[in-house]
C-alpha cells in the first residue's frame, strides 16, 4: 500500500528545494534535477488540496450549508 502524501512535509521539502536553488551553488545539471522534484512536488501538493477542496465540498453539500447563516444552529 502506498504511504499517503504529507502535504505539510511536501511545503517544506519545496522550501528547502527553493531556497536550494536560491543559493546559486547548483551546477546546471543539478539545478535542473532540483527543478524537476520541485514541479513533482507542486503536483503533489495541489493534487492534495484539489482533494481536500473536493471533501469540504462533499461536506459543506451532504449537511446543506449555506453562507447565509452559518451559526444558526448553535
Known sequence: MAKKFD????????????KTM????LS??????????????T???QSALNE????IFML???DNYTNENPLKDL
Do not use: M, P, R, W
Request: charged share 30%; hydrophobic share 35%; with cysteine.
Open 52 to 55: 481536500a477542496e473536493q471533501k
Open 7 to 18: 502535504f505539510n512535509q511536501g511545503l517544506i521539502d519545496l522550501e528547502k528545494i527553493v
Open 28 to 41: 546546471l545539471e543539478n539545478s535542473l534535477d532540483y527543478f524537476s522534484k520541485g514541479v513533482a512536488l
Open 22 to 25: 536560491e543559493s546559486g551553488d
Open 60 to 62: 459543506t453539500e451532504q
Open 43 to 45: 503536483k503533489l501538493c
